[in-house]
């Protein structure tokens, strides 16, 4: 959790980065029905009826990937949520036609929100959904850090950046309406 822009989806891909491992992102604040994110059963002439994946099953089905579930409380149908409770539950979904999908060994999920008021569409967690995971609430780094990551990313002297900061704010620290995002900006 945290505000925008403070590094939470950059967070996971950093994770998955470290472990040498496939990077999933689902956005969910895009995410109107559940089939969207799980799958579902789709027909053809040819084939018959079958289970067609969505991308939460096919991301997690590889072992040690890390997937981003971004904007995780902006769903406009808590229905997608829903279909969620066996995954997290049980590590595993069996669709409608007996085949079972399964969380595999070592993915880590990572769930990113907004929370308060003032985000659009962004709506309080469930606290049964909420509770199966392990909540960081990252802010905004010191100045200093917020230098070396700028410094890293853009290819600037961290002397130029940490002098840019304290010219946007005061005491020498970032100013309230900043966050990392608008920084590299």
Known sequence: TGAQGTGKTSLAQQIAAK???LFGLINFGATQ???????ADQYSPDRG???RSGLFPRYTGIANSVVCCDEFNRV???KVHGALFDWLQRGSFTTDGGETYRIAPGVILVMTINEGYEFAGADELDIALR???FQITLGMP???MAAKV???KE?????EVVQLCRLLGANGTLPDWMNMRSLLK
């Open 76 to 78: 406009e149908n808590s």
């Open 19 to 21: 472990r040498n491992a």
């Open 49 to 51: 009826t079958w289970f």
């Open 131 to 133: 509770d199966r995971f």
């Open 150 to 152: 700028v410094s890293k």
């Open 155 to 159: 290819g600037m002297p961290e002397e």
């Open 142 to 144: 010191s100045t200093e």
């Open 33 to 39: 029905e559940a089939r969207e994110i799980i799958g």
